[in-house]
């Protein structure tokens, strides 16, 4: 009949079950202390020592993987925890980065990454990857992106990189650009960058056109929205040459935008545009209630002019909507109907 729960082993019938796996001698001792606390984690089991047993080697297995590349004691342990309470493969990829996950969320050190270069390492001759997917690799780890799939996401990262080289960027560009969450505006900026730098533009210029650039971007598909970036830019140029509070910005850019698409085009003065924008920009500033053009009765009548010829727009758009809808439902619309509903797939 069998003993409940089973007795402890003594110390040398563990040695004797670890010399049966045929490990060096130099760990012996870990397996010991691996199988005594993991006996006494099982008080009531009828297979305490059985349950020790394979939990010491799980977690033997790992230490062991650890320690031989060079990883600190302290990764090495907690590696051994992961193997405890796993009973993962080490020779199955997925099982060593899930791995590396665990040690790194308990022991990883912002100052630092050399335990965490050892596993990057690994892996990567372990896949036969590149240094490039090893940085990528690396990088999911100090950056703390921390993919559910940081094997997938290298892999990802290092195809957008590669297609940047291969159009002739640098590797810097081609990095921060796989890292982006967005490729193509990073592209874009920084060949604004390249145009501005060749232009002669200062550091400062280079990095508020940009910033203005990426916070307009929902307007570019507008025609105006070049003249919102140089309404800024010769706003922000003057604000920093007077030292003018950064209001002012915003109130050139306006003035700017009102006189490049005046009610009356012929009121604004082609030569010295700029003066006149600066002139009623200032004076704005300054708490004058001034407009770009005179609201007298010639600008009220343009108003209703252009008014009118916007209900006669819509009223036509409105007519041709009708037209249609009397040729597709002769008998009248549904209620319930929805245009969309004649896109709906089965």
Same mark, same amino acid.
């Given at each position: 009949?069998?003993? &409940?729960p089973?007795?402890?082993?003594?110390e040398?019938?563990v040695?004797?079950k &670890?010399?049966d796996l045929?490990l060096?001698?130099?760990f012996v001792?870990?397996?010991v202390?691996e &199988?005594n606390s993991?006996?006494?984690g099982?008080?009531?089991e009828?297979?305490s020592?059985?349950?020790?047993?394979?939990?010491?080697?799980?977690a033997?297995?790992w230490?062991?993987l650890y320690?031989?590349l060079g990883?600190s004691?302290k =990764?090495?342990?907690? $590696?051994?925890?992961?193997?405890l309470?796993?009973?993962?493969?080490?020779?199955?990829?997925?099982d060593i980065v899930d791995?590396?996950q665990e040690?790194y969320?308990?022991c990883y050190d912002?100052n630092?990454?050399?335990?965490l270069e050892?596993?990057?390492?690994f892996?990567?001759?372990f896949? #036969?990857?590149s240094?490039?997917?090893?940085?990528?690799f690396m990088d999911n780890f100090t950056?703390m992106v921390?993919a559910r799939n940081?094997i997938?996401?290298?892999?990802?990262?290092?195809?957008i990189?590669?297609?940047a080289?291969?159009? #002739?960027?640098s590797?810097?560009? $081609?990095?921060?650009?796989? =890292?982006?969450?967005n490729?193509?505006?990073? =592209?874009e900026?920084e060949?604004?960058?390249?145009?501005?730098v060749?232009?002669?533009?200062n550091?400062?210029?280079?990095?508020e056109?940009l910033?203005?650039?990426?916070s307009?971007?929902?307007?570019?598909e507008?025609?105006?929205f070049?003249?919102l970036?140089?309404?800024?830019m010769?706003g922000w140029e003057?604000c920093?040459?007077?030292?003018?509070?950064s209001r002012?910005?915003e109130?050139y850019k306006q003035?700017?935008?009102e006189?490049?698409?005046?009610?009356i085009p012929a009121?604004?003065?082609?030569?010295g545009?700029?003066?006149?924008?600066?002139?009623?920009a200032?004076?704005?500033?300054? #708490?004058?209630?001034?407009?770009?053009?005179?609201?007298?009765?010639? &600008?009220?009548?343009?108003?209703q002019?252009?008014?009118s010829?916007e209900?006669?727009?819509?009223?036509k758009n409105?007519?041709?909507i009708?037209?249609?809808?009397e040729m597709m439902?002769?008998?009248g619309?549904?209620d #319930?109907?929805?245009y969309?509903?004649?896109f709906d797939k089965?």
């Amino acid at each position: 009949m069998k003993d &409940y729960p089973q007795p402890k082993l003594p110390e040398s019938e563990v040695i004797a079950k &670890y010399n049966d796996l045929g490990l060096p001698k130099e760990f012996v001792s870990f397996f010991v202390d691996e &199988y005594n606390s993991c006996y006494d984690g099982y008080p009531n089991e009828d297979n305490s020592s059985d349950l020790a047993l394979e939990c010491a080697t799980g977690a033997l297995k790992w230490y062991i993987l650890y320690k031989r590349l060079g990883n600190s004691e302290k =990764w090495c342990k907690a $590696a051994a925890e992961f193997g405890l309470s796993s009973f993962r493969d080490t020779d199955d990829i997925e099982d060593i980065v899930d791995c590396l996950q665990e040690v790194y969320h308990d022991c990883y050190d912002l100052n630092n990454n050399s335990d965490l270069e050892i596993q990057c390492s690994f892996i990567t001759d372990f896949l #036969g990857k590149s240094q490039v997917f090893k940085r990528f690799f690396m990088d999911n780890f100090t950056e703390m992106v921390l993919a559910r799939n940081p094997i997938k996401l290298a892999d990802e990262k290092e195809s957008i990189y590669k297609a940047a080289i291969n159009e #002739g960027k640098s590797e810097e560009f $081609a990095y921060n650009y796989a =890292w982006s969450p967005n490729p193509c505006l990073y =592209w874009e900026k920084e060949e604004i960058r390249e145009k501005l730098v060749q232009e002669g533009r200062n550091q400062d210029y280079i990095e508020e056109y940009l910033m203005v650039y990426e916070s307009e971007i929902s307007y570019q598909e507008e025609s105006y929205f070049t003249e919102l970036i140089d309404g800024h830019m010769k706003g922000w140029e003057y604000c920093k040459e007077q030292g003018l509070d950064s209001r002012f910005v915003e109130i050139y850019k306006q003035v700017y935008l009102e006189a490049k698409h005046p009610v009356i085009p012929a009121r604004i003065p082609k030569t010295g545009f700029d003066d006149f924008v600066l002139d009623i920009a200032l004076r704005r500033y300054n #708490g004058e209630q001034v407009d770009v053009e005179p609201q007298d009765e010639v &600008y009220m009548k343009q108003i209703q002019l252009l008014m009118s010829h916007e209900k006669e727009r819509t009223s036509k758009n409105q007519q041709l909507i009708d037209e249609i809808n009397e040729m597709m439902f002769p008998d009248g619309i549904d209620d #319930g109907f929805s245009y969309d509903s004649l896109f709906d797939k089965d």
